[in-house]
């Protein structure tokens, strides 16, 4: 165990003092590579909690969305649920909903099955309301997500330049000095080598998590399409209900 400490002490200070004795170029590039890599972190960590969120809460709205028979009270308890797509959809097509109803009571035929097939009539519109509040979701589900994406494209080729940077500067040097030894190569290819491997460290997790949370969003999207066709049906079925009483 205090062998595998004092190994891994020893690399981190090879690795440290490689980077202290890098050209300034090299150093520009990690610096670059380490901002990349920061940032992406705080984007993973962000989304995973905002996932989990969205989860548990969408979880929990749709057991009430099941459980409770009145649309009005299902919309007071969106509230609770603020990370919750599926309350979110749920508030704009009732909105929605209402606003249609209010409309149809405000014509000038008064008569009540009259707006009732009003209303029915106007089920496209709700579900262009639905279809724009899903949309709205992804879009914030999705946010940032493209750094992600970002930073797995174009931190290797980033790393890349540093590498390329640094093996043109050894080569240089064995031409102002004339010798070709391990003695002479080896300390420049290792320095440039940093760079590669810097970049591939910023893009690997930035990667697996683009992925990840990309699969989350489209998982969720299905699950909104599935809640805005139940929430449909929900408003038919009462819709049709009131008109054969």
């Known amino acids: 165990m205090l062998a595998n400490s004092v190994i891994l002490q020893s690399s981190f200070g090879s690795f440290w003092s490689l980077v202290v004795q890098s050209g300034p170029v090299a150093q520009l590039v990690l610096l670059i590579l380490l901002g990349f890599s920061i940032l992406s972190w705080a984007i993973i960590y962000k989304k995973y909690r905002l996932f989990r969120e969205i989860e548990q809460q969408s979880l929990e709205f749709h057991e009430e969305f099941q459980q409770r028979s009145s649309l009005s009270e299902i919309y007071h308890e969106c509230e609770n649920y603020p990370m919750s797509p599926l309350a979110g959809i749920f508030a704009n097509g009732y909105?929605?909903?209402n606003h249609r109803v209010q409309a149809a009571r405000n014509s000038s035929d008064a008569a009540e099955p009259s707006q009732r097939q009003t209303v029915i009539n106007s089920m496209e519109g709700l579900k262009r309301t639905l279809s724009k509040s899903s949309m709205?979701?992804?879009?914030?589900?999705?946010?940032s997500l493209n750094w992600l994406a970002t930073t797995g494209a174009v931190t290797p080729f980033i790393g890349l330049f540093g590498t390329v940077w640094g093996i043109m500067n050894s080569f240089h040097g064995i031409g102002l000095t004339g010798s070709a030894s391990l003695a002479m190569v080896a300390p420049g290819i290792s320095e440039a080598l940093i760079a590669t491997a810097a970049g591939l460290a910023a893009a690997i997790?930035?990667?697996?998590?683009?992925?990840?949370?990309?699969?989350?969003?489209?998982?969720?999207?299905?699950?909104?399409?599935?809640?805005?066709?139940d929430f449909l049906n929900l408003i038919e079925r009462e819709l049709m209900a009131r008109r054969e009483t």
């Open 136 to 143: 709205a979701e992804m879009l914030a589900m999705e946010k």
């Open 205 to 229: 997790p930035a990667v697996v998590a683009y992925n990840h949370f990309t699969n989350n969003a489209r998982l969720m999207e299905s699950e909104m399409d599935s809640f805005s066709v």
């Open 95 to 97: 909105q929605e909903l």
